[in-house]
């Protein structure tokens, strides 16, 4: 299944993606599921089958939010494909490096991804995001895939001056609307294997990053096991796994995304997630 979270004639809703077309679920199912987030702690129970009682929308016609524009929390694993980490300078680890994302810094799918009247320095990141189903803490490497509602598409859009203030990432994480999330998350039984497809990031239409998820220095059941010992993964949670060599912030003279820019971030098999810059208005 592919599900999203849209608005639809200023209406907030979730549903499934078949298609050109968009199958409004959450309506359905309301009384069960105030909204995707809902559903997934449920294990997506009963939404498969409303589908024959859901009005359709094409997709022309949506308004794409985050996929979980909800999550109780958003853990983001820095330097974790080597030709990034070489390309930083930064030492081997030993354990994954995680920060975190705020739900408000996210953006949809065609929305603007917003540069901070504060900075020009705005970088993109590439990257798949998984969406967790299952609550735990303590997970195994071997069950942790077993916790897993979904894939998608994110560019962790970053700040780097803000980034650079200090060794913490947080606050050039987290600007408003620099977070973009989507277009949809993909089940993991129709999405498949993961290890030889493609991450690629597209900057008006030049190949900036390039990279297969199997290239990742800690994989997802290590990122997911690591996690789940710090902190209580939730269904709805997203970890954003990582981004391949190629940042603007490492290229000479650096590459910043202005306003009129478009970024695109593909994910083969998955989705196309695609956003214009914008400056933040004053």
Known sequence: ??????????????????????????????????????????????????????????LAKLIWLPVVPNPDKILCVG??????????????????????RYANSQTGHLKPIIRPRVSTDLDFEGELAVIIGKAGR?????????????????????????????????????????????????????????????????????????????QMIFDIPRQIEYCSTFTRLEPGDVIVSGTPGGVGARREPPLWMKPGDVVEVEVERLAVLRNPIVDEAR
């Not at 080597?82 to 920060?99: D, L, M, N, Q």
């Not at 990432?169 to 498949?192: S, V």
């Open 1 to 58: 299944m592919k599900l999203a979270t849209v608005a639809i004639d200023g209406r907030t809703t979730w549903g499934l993606v078949e298609g050109d077309d968009f199958f409004d679920v959450g309506t359905v199912l309301a009384s069960r599921y105030a909204d995707l987030r809902a559903a997934i702690a449920a294990t997506l129970a009963g939404v498969a089958d409303a589908k024959s009682k859901a009005a359709s929308t094409p």
């Open 138 to 214: 303590y997970i195994s490497r071997s069950e942790a895939m077993g916790h897993v509602a979904g894939y998608a598409c994110y560019n962790d859009g970053s700040v780097r001056d803000f980034q650079r203030h200090t060794h913490q990432f947080t606050p050039g994480k987290n600007f408003p609307d620099t977070g973009a999330f989507g277009p949809w998350m993909m089940t993991p039984d129709e999405l498949g294997e993961l290890a030889e497809l493609k991450l690629t990031t597209r900057l008006n239409g030049q190949v900036v990053q390039e990279a297969q998820i199997k």
């Open 79 to 100: 330097l974790n494909y080597e030709t990034h980490r070489k390309e930083t300078g930064r030492s081997e680890v030993e354990h994954p490096t995680i920060f975190s």
